[in-house]
């Protein structure tokens, strides 16, 4: 994805963040003072605070939009955008016709899409590191997030036909499953900062190899490489390498194509 589009859309995130909460402020200030808070009223505030939490996932997604995961982030801007949809429709309509568990079903699975992808691709800036523990919790707490919201999904859909009457057992393992998802939410982040990645070991090029090549790059080229450098626990000099490399990739499939 095209690193400018990324850039606008997150600053856009952000704006929709400060937007839709400064206007849910301002509603509800005026309905205290004022004294009157009708159903027209109540509708502009949810329609607002809906706003603003789909401004969140989606800011969320666009984590990851421009590195190798971006599918699953495109994955997450779909389902915040339908939670968007579907909310806005329970918000608006009127809820005395017919198929009103339909939308609020919709919005139920979507809702649980949109969070369960946010958290998973905040999880998935550490997808670049090398560290075995990494790797495995990241994978594990990916697992559980699945899990859970594939758990919560089932009793949506099904209108609680799953787990049915008697559902200790499930909710008891959904408990189980909870708790280690947050429990890798906590610790492999906090690992992540303590375990940095070795260094790749690389032969560097000597001064009389016709193949090597010294660039001068612009501030903000710079300025990125290095941030990424600083994320992955990784030297500037292997992230500028393995960007040129994957650039290279694709401009060639590109001219194959």
Same mark, same amino acid.
């Not at 849910?24 to 200030?29: D, L, P, R």
């Not at 599918?71 to 997450?76: E, H, K, N, T, Y």
């Given at each position: 994805m095209n690193p400018d589009i990324v850039s606008?859309? #997150?600053?856009g995130a952000i704006y929709g963040i400060i937007i839709s909460f400064s206007a =849910? %402020? *301002? *509603?509800?200030?005026v309905a205290l003072l004022g004294g009157d808070f009708g159903e027209t009223q109540g509708k502009i505030l949810l329609t607002t605070v809906l706003f603003g939490a789909a401004s969140i996932t989606a800011l969320c997604h666009l984590a990851i939009a421009d590195r190798s995961m971006r !599918? *699953?982030?495109? %994955?997450?801007l779909l389902a915040s955008l339908a939670a968007l949809v579907t909310g806005m429709v329970l918000i608006w309509r009127d809820w005395n016709l017919p198929d009103l568990d339909t939308w609020l079903q919709a919005f139920? *699975? +979507?809702g649980v899409l949109a969070v369960s992808f946010a958290h998973a691709n905040l999880l998935l800036l550490l997808a670049g590191? #090398? #560290?075995r523990p990494i790797r495995i919790g990241l994978a594990a707490t990916l697992v559980a997030i699945g899990v859970v +919201?594939?758990?919560? !999904?089932l009793p949506i859909m099904t209108e609680g036909d799953i787990p049915g009457d008697d559902g200790d057992l499930y909710w008891r393992v959904f408990g189980v499953i909870a708790i280690l998802d947050v429990l890798g939410t906590v610790v492999v982040p906090v690992l992540a900062i303590f375990v940095r990645d070795e260094p790749r070991q690389s032969v560097p090029p000597t001064a009389d190899d016709p193949h090597s090549l010294t660039l001068t790059v612009p501030a903000e080229i710079g300025g990125a490489l290095r941030? #990424? =450098?600083s994320a992955s626990g990784v030297p500037v000099e292997v992230v500028a390498v393995e960007v040129l490399r994957r650039g290279l990739a694709a401009a060639g499939s590109d001219a194959d194509r």
């Open positions: 606008a859309a #997150r600053k =849910a %402020a *301002v *509603v509800g200030i !599918i *699953v982030a495109g %994955a997450g139920g *699975v +979507a590191r #090398r #560290r +919201a594939i758990m919560l !999904i941030a #990424r =450098a």
